[in-house]
Antibody, heavy 123, light 113 residues
């Protein structure tokens, strides 16, 4: 079955960086794009960006441009999300999610999710 | 960015009764050439990630019970649970999958009356 397993919770100070990993298994990993989203307490999810596991193509939301880096390790089917210049407002649960690939290359439908990684930014 | 607004923010319904959640988009989600509305619904239970229920406004994801249905077109959409079960207690989100950045509503908390 499709599995996306994320790394554990992080506590970071303002101005530093965080890297979250997402290991994909149970399907042909090269067939589906992976999205990164985050969810602040009491809010709906917020889309951050997308990466193709094979060719490394990325696209990110304007809100994160310049602060977000998405990479992958094809040998281990692991995706990474790094967010720098952290602020207290970046405190959230961060998710990786698989694109369903319905109707084309990617369609912005998230059919499988990782368990989430809580990132807390506090001084 | 496309703004998604849900109503109500919270809802209490008796077991076995109908629950209706509304979602309004700031722009049309109808992709004319495909005649499809790019609107999805997710269910999120405490401590869990969201789960995809419905996409293209009215197509149920595999394994989703048929008491869940979606309707609407353009900018106005509805999620209906025909007969509420205890396991349906959750927060429900609408999401537009028409264009990036993909955006979600603020959520509707569904409880048992």
């Amino acid at each position: 079955q499709v599995q996306l397993v994320q790394s554990g919770a992080e506590v970071k100070k303002p101005g530093t960086s965080v890297r979250v990993s997402c290991k994909a298994s149970g399907y042909t990993v090269s067939s589906n794009y992976i999205h990164w989203l985050r969810q602040a307490p009491g809010h709906g999810p917020e889309w951050m960006g997308i990466i193709h596991p094979s060719d490394g193509y990325t696209s990110d939301a304007q809100n994160f441009r310049g602060r977000l880096t998405m990479t992958r390790d094809t040998s281990t089917s692991t995706l990474y999300m790094e967010l720098n210049s952290l602020k207290s407002e970046d405190t959230a649960v961060y998710y990786c999610a698989r694109d369903s690939a319905l109707g084309g290359a990617y369609g912005g439908l998230f059919d499988s999710w990782g368990q989430g990684t809580l990132v807390t930014v506090a001084s | 960015d496309t703004v998604m607004t849900q109503s109500p923010d919270s809802l209490a319904v008796s077991l076995g009764e109908r629950a209706t959640i509304n979602c309004k988009s700031s722009r049309s989600l109808l992709y004319s050439s495909k005649n499809k509305n790019y609107l999805a619904w997710y269910q999120q239970k405490p401590g869990q990630p969201p789960k995809l229920l419905i996409y293209w406004a009215s197509t149920r994801e595999s394994g989703v019970p048929d008491r869940f249905s979606g309707s609407g077109s353009g900018t106005d959409f509805t999620l209906t649970i025909s007969s509420l079960q205890a396991e349906d207690v959750a927060v429900y989100y609408c999401q537009q999958h028409y264009s990036t950045p993909y955006t979600f509503g603020q959520g509707t908390k569904l409880e048992i009356k």
